[in-house]
């Protein structure tokens, strides 16, 4: 038997198997870039990657032959609901989100931006670590409450695009992460910042809140800790006074970081972590990058060039729809006519394989004649015998001469056999008239060696002369 699960393991399990379900059922979003684009823009796309997790894909890689349709494609299987695209032009770096499946598609134009790394390069003390981004931000919207339609729309895509929160249910403790979206009516400007969320207690002074750090302050100056709690230099600081009504609440939860209990009396800060963005709306339109314009910022149109493009709208979907089909027929009449094309030719395969059979039993009918005239013609030589001699001709007399007769033909068939595959000799076109007209061959000259002869056998040759 194993043994029994804890109470906190159980709690840990509730505690995963609550946020899958969450992380599944929030809405997920693809920040990448089209185009051609500096690096400036690409470290801009990383940066906005950073503010939309952990409900996006941090190592996307969009190629230069990838469309917009392999990214919606990919989308509905891994649950994507938003597509946020940056591309660049002479004039200007355009930002769009795309609510997918249907839409719609709102254009911006960026007018400002600045990359994280300059944000934390300009901060005293940032507060940046990595545990901050595996929960999702809290939303902040600012002066989107106006009744115009194109305000409300873009009201509820940036509320879609980021997971809603329950108050009653919310635990402060996942909250570490803001994001303010503020829109200026004279300038139709909207700002984008990103925060990192710092809750301080509030009501004690500097000396009090080292105390409650994990490092102990150096106390070799004093004699009795009361010096240390009521030095006059410990209770102005340096910095000004960041805390005040404006920005303490009591807690109604714990929060994890020191002195911060429920409750209590805390101060909270916002602390830049960037990027940030400065955007303008440009247009509205339905579907996913292709219907009707909505809103347009720049250009207004009368209701009967409205009803002019969308006339031709349809007259253009209407004919990729009609050439969408025409292939389809093609593509049926192709595969029809293959299939008649394999039956014709497996038709003709099976004939010639008839044909094939017909033809050795034509050979094998003609091989048994052929051996029934042998053995007419040996009845008619045993015939011819018995008249001529007046005998009976001796048992095998006749027969022998046939198995001869056979064994030739057998024979002679196998030579041809065996010498049809050989290629005879080619002979030279001059030998050949030569032998034919009979001029004599050029006589062939013999190598000839000569041998040296050793001194003393040189010697006893010329005594022998003498």
Partial sequence: MGKKQGRNKKKSRLMKATNQNNFVRGPHTFVFQRGTVGKNVQQLVLDTRRIMEPFTSTGLRARKKNVLKDFISVAGPLGVSHLLTFSKTQTSVNMRVIRLPKGPTITFRVQQYCLIRDVVSQLKRPNMYASQFQNPPLLVLNNFNKDAMHMKLMATMFQNMFPSINVHTVKLNRIRRCVLLNYDPETNMIDLRHYSIKVVPAGMSRSVKKLLKTKVPNLS???????????????????????????????????????????????????????????????????????????????????????????????????????????????????????????????????????????????????????????????????????????????????????????????????LKRFKGRKKKSVPPSHRDKRTIGIARPPTHKASFKVKKSRSASKSSRKGRR
Avoid: W
Avoid at 278 to 305: A, M, N, P, R, T
Avoid at 377 to 406: C, H, I, M, S, W
């Fill in 221 to 415: 100056r004093y004699t009795d800790v009361s010096e240390y709690f009521t030095n006059a230099g410990a209770l102005s600081e340096s910095e000004p006074e960041q805390d005040g009504p404006h920005n303490e609440i009591n807690l109604p939860q714990s929060i994890g970081s020191r002195g911060n209990m429920a409750a209590e009396k805390s101060a909270i800060r916002l602390v830049e972590i960037g990027p940030r963005i400065q955007f303008q709306l440009v247009k509205i339109e339905e579907g996913v990058c292709s219907g009707d314009i909505i809103y347009h910022q720049y250009v207004k149109k009368s209701e009967e060039e409205i009803a002019a493009t969308k006339l031709a709208r349809e007259k253009k979907t209407s004919a990729k729809e009609r050439r969408r089909n025409q292939q389809k027929m093609n593509v049926l009449k192709k595969k029809e006519l293959k299939e008649k094309h394999k039956e014709k030719s497996l038709e003709g395969m099976q004939m010639k394989n008839e044909q094939q059979e017909e033809n050795m039993d034509d050979d094998e009918s003609e091989e048994v004649s052929k051996a029934v005239n042998v053995d007419d013609e040996d009845e008619d030589d045993a015939e011819y015998y018995r008249q001529e001699v007046g005998e009976e001709p001796e048992q095998g007399l006749f027969q022998k001469r046939t198995q001869l007769k056979r064994k030739k033909q057998h024979e002679s068939e196998g030579n």
